[in-house]
């Protein structure tokens, strides 16, 4: 097995038998599909209050409205979530003292690093197919009608935006890195939440420029967001996979 497997096998097994990131599975997959079933539900019976925090989307109606709701909470609530995820990868080596070992490993340190972002990309695309199902049972709980090509539509970007939310985490990888533990990493994420909702609100017209806040845009507003500017979302995991890189390669045991 070369190197880049043996990084990846394990890195996939620390992955696997982490209840960190099984407890943010299920809060991620769970919580978002329960709670925009339920906006979706009190929406439909006309909570006044509900009506109100919903906005735009207080308008809509059938899955329109509930894959509305479970994009707006995945654009913040996930982005949270895989920033943790992230941060906990990268965080625990230093925080429980396995930094040392790698140094003594035949793998090199950027080699790991990589392999913990693939495990990341794999492990997102498992949520965003089961979060798609989830709001499609949901859906259907809630009896919105037909599923016709439309609904797939939206549920193609629902599992879309989940993936590029992930992809987006990566600065925490990063952060945890440099900070040696998993708090920068999870501090660099809602600094990065934060700066994507006040520059949607702020700014909307060239939000859409922003690789943060455009998934979110794109997934309520489809034509509001264009190929360009959506595959501006590719630019951050790819500069923070490799400055991560660089980073693990710097690392030394004094510091």
Same mark, same amino acid.
């Given at each position: ?111 790991? &690093? !990589?392999?913990?972002? @693939? %495990? #990341? ?5 498992? /949520? +965003?197919?089961?979060?798609? =199902? *989830? ?83 794109? &997934? !309520?507003?489809?034509? @509001? %967001? #264009? ?5 501006? /979302? +590719?630019?951050?995991?790819? =500069? *923070? ?15």
């Amino acid at each position: 097995m070369n190197p880049a497997a043996t990084a990846l096998y394990v890195e996939y097994r620390k992955a696997l038998a982490s209840a960190v990131l099984r407890t943010i599975t299920i809060l991620v997959v769970a919580g978002i599909a329960v709670l925009a079933a339920t906006l979706t539900a009190a929406a439909r019976a006309g909570n006044d209050q509900i009506l109100a925090q919903l906005g735009p989307l207080a308008g809509h109606s059938g899955w329109n409205l509930l894959t509305g709701v479970s994009a707006q909470i995945t654009a913040a609530g996930a982005l949270l979530a895989f920033g943790v995820a992230l941060s906990w990868s990268f965080g625990r080596e230093f925080t429980d003292g396995t930094i040392t070992g790698l140094f003594a490993l035949p793998v090199t340190r950027p080699t790991i &690093a !990589l392999a913990k972002f @693939a %495990v #990341h990309l794999a492990w997102t695309g498992l /949520v +965003a197919l089961t979060l798609a =199902v *989830f709001v499609l049972a949901a859906g259907l709980i809630l009896n919105l009608g037909p599923i016709d090509s439309d609904v797939w539509h939206q549920l193609a970007r629902q599992g879309m935006l989940t993936i590029l939310t992930g992809l987006l985490a990566a600065p925490a990888g990063w952060a945890a890195s440099l900070g040696r533990g998993s708090l920068p990493g999870i501090a660099a994420t809602i600094a990065i939440l934060i700066a994507a909702q006040v520059t949607a609100i702020a700014v909307p017209g060239t939000a859409a420029w922003l690789p943060f806040s455009a998934p979110a845009l794109w &997934a !309520l507003q489809p034509t @509001a %967001v #264009h190929a360009g500017q959506l595959a501006t /979302v +590719a630019i951050v995991p790819i =500069v *923070f996979a490799v400055v991560t890189s660089v980073t693990w390669q710097r690392l030394q045991l004094d510091r």
